[in-house]
């Protein structure tokens, strides 16, 4: 079965650093997300992206953040100054471009350890 | 956006059948009922999704009344590697693209 893939599992960081996430979407897939949960707390949406552009971005997607589709198979999140409460496992995603379907088939996460 | 209520948790046993009811009183016509899955430290995966009646695939059944303010997701004869958070959407699945919110989810636990 098709899947989701994300590296690294597990990123650590010092405050103040740039990290890369990175995820492979599902091969035919043309919308992409990035979702957060931090430890204990609820996944949340961050961003989703289409045509190589943002569609809707929540209110934690600040400046800080970034996502780039770099090349055909790769989606990233960037996050420029890292901080403490950026902690959090980081979960992409991805649906088709079908009308009628939005099952969005998620990866495995990073873990993101902001020291 | 339909707010769902559903328990925080619920203990089972292997072998048993367990029910996780949702509550969502607003529910929009064209909204649909989603559920998913999470294990710990993996992503959350889909299990099925409908909008009235009942649905069934291989892994669960969904139950939905007439009114649709409320759901059930049935597993059937879980076993411990069911043990997981289940969440349950509400929402206009339609149109490709649609951010998913999340609430707190229901906490299953199959002991032996």
């Known amino acids: 079965e098709p899947e989701v893939t994300q590296t690294p599992s597990h990123q650590v960081t010092q405050m103040g650093q740039e990290v890369i996430l990175r995820c492979v979407p599902i091969s035919n897939h043309l919308y992409f997300y990035w979702y957060r949960q931090i430890l204990g707390q609820k996944v949340e949406f961050l961003v989703s992206f289409y045509n190589n552009e943002i569609s809707e971005k929540s209110e934690i997607f600040d400046d800080q953040f970034s996502v780039e589709r770099p090349d055909g198979s790769n989606f990233t999140l960037k996050i420029r100054s890292t901080k403490l409460e950026d902690s959090a496992m980081y979960f992409c995603?991805?649906?088709?471009?079908?009308?009628?379907?939005?099952?969005?088939?998620f990866g495995a996460g990073t873990r993101l350890s902001v020291l | 956006l339909a707010k769902t209520t559903q328990p925080i948790s619920m203990d089972s046993y292997e072998g048993q059948e367990v029910n996780i009811t949702c509550s969502h009183n607003?529910?929009?016509?064209?909204?649909?009922i989603t559920w998913y899955q999470q294990f710990p430290s993996q992503g959350p995966r889909f299990i099925i999704q409908?909008?009235?009646t009942k649905v069934t695939n291989e892994v669960a059944s969904l139950f939905i009344p007439a009114d649709r303010k409320s759901s059930t997701l049935s597993l059937p004869r879980v076993s411990l590697s069911d043990t997981a958070v289940y969440y349950c959407?509400?929402?206009?699945?339609?149109?490709?693209?649609?951010?998913?919110?999340f609430g707190g989810g229901t906490r299953v636990l199959v002991k032996p």
């Open positions: 409908g909008y009235k």
């Open positions: 959407l509400v929402g206009y699945p339609k149109a490709a693209g649609n951010k998913l919110t």
């Open positions: 995603a991805s649906s088709e471009a079908s009308v009628g379907k939005n099952i969005q088939y």
């Open positions: 607003n529910i929009a016509t064209n909204d649909y």
